[in-house]
């Protein structure tokens, strides 16, 4: 089992950052990749950014490109999400996945462990 905690949320004006932490515990060692999904009220769980521990590279959603900036700490199995320049659009329980592919994905079905969720709000 893999267990992940995200922290660094909490209430913004547009226009302002946060920056995002999640670490990992546990069977770390079988987690090959790492990403980033936020769920909007109402709407379905989204892909924001993903990163590969095997230098399968990085990904990003189309709403967040040039915005959100995702990176790790491999040695510490911890990832970051910088997000900058956010909108009220950004306001979402933002989670951390853990993913056994080598490469990110960004389907939900692609990830086997996830964090319990962290929110954001941005305010107009």
């Known amino acids: 089992q893999v267990q992940l905690v995200e922290s660094g949320g909490g209430l913004v004006q547009a226009g302002g950052s946060l920056r995002l932490s999640c670490g990992a515990s546990?069977?770390?060692?079988?987690?090959?990749?790492m990403g980033w999904f936020r769920q909007p009220p109402g709407k379905e769980r989204e892909f924001v950014a993903g990163i590969s521990w095997m230098g399968g590279g990085i990904g990003y959603g189309d709403s967040v490109k040039g915005r959100f900036t995702i990176s790790g700490d491999n040695a510490k199995n911890t990832v970051y999400l910088q997000m900058n320049s956010l909108k009220a659009e950004d306001t979402a329980v933002y989670y951390c996945?853990?993913?056994?592919?080598?490469?990110?994905?960004?389907?939900?079905?692609?990830?086997?462990?996830w964090g319990q969720g962290i929110q954001v709000t941005v305010s107009s």
């Open positions: 996945a853990a993913s056994r592919m080598g490469i990110p994905r960004t389907s939900v079905g692609d990830y086997d462990y």
């Open positions: 546990g069977r770390t060692f079988s987690m090959y990749s």
